[in-house]
């Protein structure tokens, strides 16, 4: 956009998931540079055929070999956004209201995400949970709270075929201890796809975000890597970024469980490891951990988990809170309170109360 001298003052990023509601709306489209025609069923995986094959063509010409292919992998893309914009600016009014209904969705679901530079603007688009910051934790919670974020790092394209299950079970002690037990499960079934980007082993870098008062006392089935860098920052005179720098200083080892680390961000103490899945097979990581709470229980305390989704993600989730011995909780009249679901809004809060048995 720069070399039409166009000057942006914001970013507006949808997942694949709303481009996909989009396409159910506007109907197929077709486009005549890329020769493609494009729908909500195979967007995902035309648009990744298409970066992968420009990838490939852009590596053919640094080694010196002449192949067709745009010297801009995701062309695509900047093809079709003006495509489906003229397309939305054409729906009837019926189409219009179902397209309001899906853009309340995306923002629940976080499958849209805002940023201005306007530092006003960006005020207001954080006020309403457009900016996909994290929420804010009180100093004394008296609850919980989890975000589970996945990053493919050299795993092709196999985000698409991983099936994720997140289990949390938690249960709170009499003297106010919360203990955590952890379990993230993910299989790999890329053998369902036709393109070999989707049968590669998914390379995941595992970041649990936990309150800062949290202790890891187990992990088990995550793997270290180390990154050695491509440059020498120092002697190139790289400039230091500051907020990096402070996650960095932040960092922490655990001995006795050398594949993790945590250090804080965003107010958070995070656990952070690696994972490899291969094609056909299932990985687990597991991850304990606890701390205490402001006060010990009583009867009429109110008990809170705050659970955040990455966005564009599709686990699933598995919640069991456990109440103190002689407690139940009024909500459900249990002593233990499950929650399942297969599609967690961007912010989920479970609001509880203690009961005396």
């Given at each position: 956009?720069?070399?039409?001298?166009?000057?942006?003052?914001?970013?507006?990023?949808?997942?694949?998931?709303?481009?996909?509601?989009?396409?159910?709306?506007?109907?197929?489209?077709?486009?005549?540079?890329?020769?493609?025609?494009?729908?909500?069923?195979?967007?995902?995986?035309?648009?990744?055929?298409?970066?992968?094959?420009?990838?490939?063509?852009?590596?053919?010409?640094?080694?010196?070999?002449?192949?067709?292919?745009?010297?801009?992998?995701?062309?695509?893309?900047?093809?079709?956004?003006?495509?489906?914009?003229?397309?939305?600016?054409?729906?009837?009014?019926?189409?219009?209201?179902?397209?309001?209904?899906?853009?309340?969705?995306?923002?629940?679901?976080?499958?849209?995400?805002?940023?201005?530079?306007?530092?006003?603007?960006?005020?207001?688009?954080?006020?309403?949970?457009?900016?996909?910051?994290?929420?804010?934790l009180p100093s004394a919670l008296s609850g919980d709270y989890?975000?589970?974020?996945?990053?493919?790092?050299?795993?092709?394209?196999?985000?698409?075929?991983?099936?994720?299950?997140?289990?949390?079970?938690?249960?709170?002690?009499?003297?106010?201890?919360?203990?955590?037990?952890?379990?993230?499960?993910?299989?790999?079934?890329?053998?369902?796809?036709?393109?070999?980007?989707?049968?590669?082993?998914?390379?995941?870098?595992?970041?649990?975000?936990?309150?800062?008062?949290?202790?890891?006392?187990?992990?088990?089935?995550?793997?270290?890597?180390?990154?050695?860098?491509?440059?020498?920052?120092?002697?190139?005179?790289?400039?230091?970024?500051?907020?990096?720098?402070?996650?960095?200083?932040?960092?922490?080892?655990?001995?006795?469980?050398?594949?993790?680390?945590?250090?804080?961000?965003?107010?958070?103490?995070?656990?952070?490891?690696?994972?490899?899945?291969?094609?056909?097979?299932?990985?687990?990581?597991?991850?304990?951990?606890?701390?205490?709470?402001?006060?010990?229980?009583?009867?009429?305390?109110?008990?809170?988990?705050?659970?955040?989704?990455?966005?564009?993600?599709?686990?699933?989730?598995?919640?069991?809170?456990?109440?103190?011995?002689?407690?139940?909780?009024?909500?459900?009249?249990?002593?233990?309170?499950?929650?399942?679901?297969?599609?967690?809004?961007?912010?989920?809060?479970?609001?509880?109360?203690?009961?005396?048995?």
């Amino acid at each position: 956009y720069s070399a039409d001298g166009i000057i942006l003052d914001g970013a507006i990023g949808l997942s694949a998931n709303a481009l996909s509601d989009v396409l159910g709306l506007t109907g197929p489209v077709t486009l005549a540079q890329s020769k493609i025609t494009l729908d909500r069923d195979n967007f995902l995986t035309e648009i990744q055929k298409q970066v992968q094959e420009g990838l490939a063509a852009r590596l053919a010409e640094a080694s010196g070999v002449a192949r067709e292919g745009s010297d801009y992998p995701k062309e695509v893309l900047r093809e079709l956004a003006p495509v489906l914009v003229e397309r939305l600016q054409k729906l009837d009014s019926e189409s219009q209201n179902q397209l309001t209904g899906l853009l309340l969705g995306w923002v629940r679901n976080r499958n849209l995400r805002v940023y201005m530079q306007d530092a006003t603007l960006q005020k207001f688009v954080e006020r309403y949970g457009l900016a996909g910051q994290v929420s804010d934790l009180p100093s004394a919670l008296s609850g919980d709270y989890l975000a589970v974020t996945d990053a493919n790092v050299g795993g092709g394209k196999t985000d698409l075929y991983m099936k994720e299950k997140i289990l949390l079970q938690s249960s709170l002690d009499l003297d106010g201890k919360l203990n955590n037990h952890l379990v993230i499960s993910r299989e790999h079934k890329g053998k369902d796809g036709k393109y070999w980007w989707y049968q590669v082993a998914n390379q995941n870098y595992l970041r649990v975000f936990v309150p800062p008062e949290a202790k890891l006392t187990y992990a088990s089935g995550g793997a270290a890597k180390t990154i050695y860098p491509k440059v020498n920052y120092v002697r190139e005179k790289y400039l230091v970024d500051a907020d990096l720098k402070t996650i960095e200083d932040s960092r922490e080892s655990y001995p006795e469980f050398p594949f993790i680390e945590s250090f804080v961000e965003a107010g958070k103490n995070v656990f952070a490891t690696w994972s490899k899945t291969d094609i056909g097979k299932k990985s687990e990581i597991v991850m304990d951990y606890s701390r205490r709470l402001p006060e010990e229980p009583y009867a009429g305390m109110k008990y809170e988990l705050i659970v955040e989704k990455q966005s564009g993600s599709k686990s699933e989730y598995q919640l069991e809170i456990g109440a103190p011995v002689g407690y139940k909780w009024k909500e459900n009249g249990l002593p233990v309170y499950e929650y399942k679901t297969t599609d967690l809004p961007g912010q989920l809060i479970l609001s509880l109360t203690l009961e005396k048995i």
